[in-house]
């Protein structure tokens, strides 16, 4: 199982903090991933409709979109942040 954190507008657009799940084995990268989830439903296809503007932290550390997820405890999934 993977434990999967939803943050801000990817949180209320999925409608649920976090979940943990199956991944198939094909689901290898961050990007493999987020192909995976917009099949899982209406409400993760609308929060990851751009996946290029998602943010994705392993283990509370920011990655790119092509990093392995293997052995990753958490996978934290957030929209574009900005300072403040």
Same mark, same amino acid.
Request: no cysteine.
């Given at each position: 199982?993977? #434990?999967?954190?939803? $943050?801000?507008?990817?949180?209320?657009?999925?409608?649920?903090?976090?979940?943990? =799940?199956?991944?198939?084995?094909?689901?290898?990268?961050? +990007?493999?991933?987020?192909?995976?989830?917009?099949?899982?439903?209406?409400?993760?296809?609308? +929060?990851?409709?751009?996946?290029?503007?998602? #943010?994705?932290?392993?283990?509370? &550390?920011?990655?790119?979109?092509?990093?392995? =997820?293997?052995?990753? #405890? &958490? =996978?934290? =999934? $957030?929209?574009?942040?900005?300072?403040?």
């Amino acid at each position: 199982m993977t #434990r999967l954190v939803y $943050f801000a507008w990817v949180r209320e657009r999925i409608g649920k903090g976090e979940e943990e =799940i199956d991944l198939p084995s094909s689901v290898v990268t961050v +990007a493999d991933l987020l192909n995976h989830l917009k099949t899982l439903g209406e409400e993760y296809q609308a +929060a990851l409709q751009y996946p290029e503007v998602i #943010r994705v932290a392993l283990d509370m &550390e920011h990655v790119e979109h092509d990093e392995p =997820i293997s052995g990753a #405890r &958490e =996978i934290g =999934i $957030f929209p574009p942040m900005t300072g403040g």
